[in-house]
Nanobody, 116 residues
Framework: QVKLVESGGGLVQAGGSLSLLCTAA????????IGWYRQAPGKQRELVAR???????NYAGSVKGRFTISRDNAENTVTLQMNSLKPTEPAVYHC??????????WGQGTQVPVSS
């Protein structure tokens, strides 16, 4: 089992930057990938960026070139650096851990309001 805690959310101006941190605890050696997802009010949760245990990453087309995902295996953390945030991007951002047994775990999420 894995517990995920997101931090770093908060109000940011459009065009600004914010860094989100996902900290994992528990059976972290069994994690194969961690993804950042976001859910805006009235919309479905969508993948923003994902990074595997080997360091391969992929991004949603809408954030490519603006967001960067990275991981620190020693600290069991995954960071999502968000630059040039748009007024259309306020959401609750969640991290998700994919396990080698097929299970997945979610954090509680962190809010990122964006003021225009």
């Amino acid at each position: 089992q894995v517990k995920l805690v997101e931090s770093g959310g908060g109000l940011v101006q459009a065009g600004g930057s914010l860094s989100l941190l996902c900290t994992a605890a528990g059976d972290t050696v069994s994690i194969t990938a961690i993804g950042w997802y976001r859910q805006a009010p009235g919309k479905q949760r969508e993948l923003v960026a994902r990074i595997t245990s080997s360091g391969s990453s992929n991004y949603a087309g809408s954030v490519k070139g603006r967001f960067t995902i990275s991981r620190d295996n020693a600290e069991n953390t995954v960071t999502l650096q968000m630059n040039s945030l748009k007024p259309t991007e306020p959401a609750v951002y969640h991290c998700n851990a994919e396990m080698n047994n097929g299970l997945g775990y979610w954090g509680q999420g962190t809010q990122v309001p964006v003021s225009s």
